[in-house]
Nanobody, 115 residues
């Protein structure tokens, strides 16, 4: 059974940092692209970043370039390091994997940026 479990969300002040984690299980993790999405209240879910199966190819939304870093280990975890956080980064952050043409999602982790 495919499972994606996110953690690390919190309330943080503007300018602060957080690292999100996503633990994957139930599939051959190191052969698939992994992504982070986010959804703010009243807005559509948007792609934040993705990383290739080998970790050699990374892609970011323009809104987070230079502030967020996606990475993955060789076992089962994808990370999203978030620096210089802004109030507009407030959202539920989701881990995603597309396996055999089907989207799999975690339950999400809440990130709130506020003073």
């Amino acid at each position: 059974q495919v499972q994606l479990v996110e953690s690390g969300g919190a309330l943080v002040q503007p300018g602060g940092s957080l690292t999100l984690s996503c633990v994957a299980s139930g599939f051959t993790y190191n052969t698939f692209v992994m992504s982070w999405y986010r959804q703010a209240p009243g807005k559509e879910r948007e792609l934040v970043a993705y990383i290739s199966s080998t970790g050699s190819s990374l892609n970011y939304a323009d809104s987070v370039k230079g502030r967020f870093t996606i990475s993955r280990d060789n076992v089962n975890t994808v990370y999203l390091q978030m620096n210089s956080l802004k109030p507009e980064d407030t959202a539920v952050y989701y881990c995603n994997a597309v396996l055999w043409g089907r989207d799999y999602w975690g339950q999400g982790t809440q990130v709130t940026v506020s003073s």
